[in-house]
């Protein structure tokens, strides 16, 4: 499974941003998706997840109602909506594959890095 994610950038607080994972080696009926990020001096943490079954999605409490997952199965894509950003959000944010959300990581991306601006 081989994983890359776009679309970081500079935002301005309050802005929006969308992220893009592309999956390759595998397809999005075999594997789930999750998005974590990880800011300076800090862990990584999970952010969201959509199953391979039935394309639940799931999320932290931090970003309810502010990010959303999506996926593309035509195109093996996975995304991550992110809205009413904060400085705090503020981080890497990488991509990963599981056989189910809350399983161990098989597979990470590289990461892309998102900075929200004041």
């Known amino acids: 499974v081989h994983l890359v994610e776009s679309g970081g950038g500079l935002v301005q607080a309050g802005g929006s941003r969308r992220l893009s994972c592309v999956a390759s080696?595998?397809?999005?009926?075999?594997?789930?998706i999750a998005w974590f990020r990880q800011a300076p001096g800090k862990e990584r943490m999970g952010l969201a997840c959509?199953?391979?079954?039935?394309?639940?999605?799931f999320y932290a409490d931090s970003v309810k109602g502010r990010f959303a997952i999506s996926r593309e199965n035509a195109k093996n894509m996975v995304y991550l909506q992110m809205n009413s950003l904060k400085p705090e959000d503020t981080a890497v944010y990488y991509c990963?594959?599981?056989?189910?959300?809350?399983?161990?990581?098989?597979?990470w991306g590289q990461g892309t890095q998102v900075t929200v601006s004041s």
């Open positions: 990963a594959a599981n056989r189910l959300c809350g399983n161990d990581v098989e597979a």
């Open positions: 080696g595998v397809t999005l009926d075999k594997v789930s």
């Open positions: 959509i199953s391979s079954l039935d394309g639940s999605t």
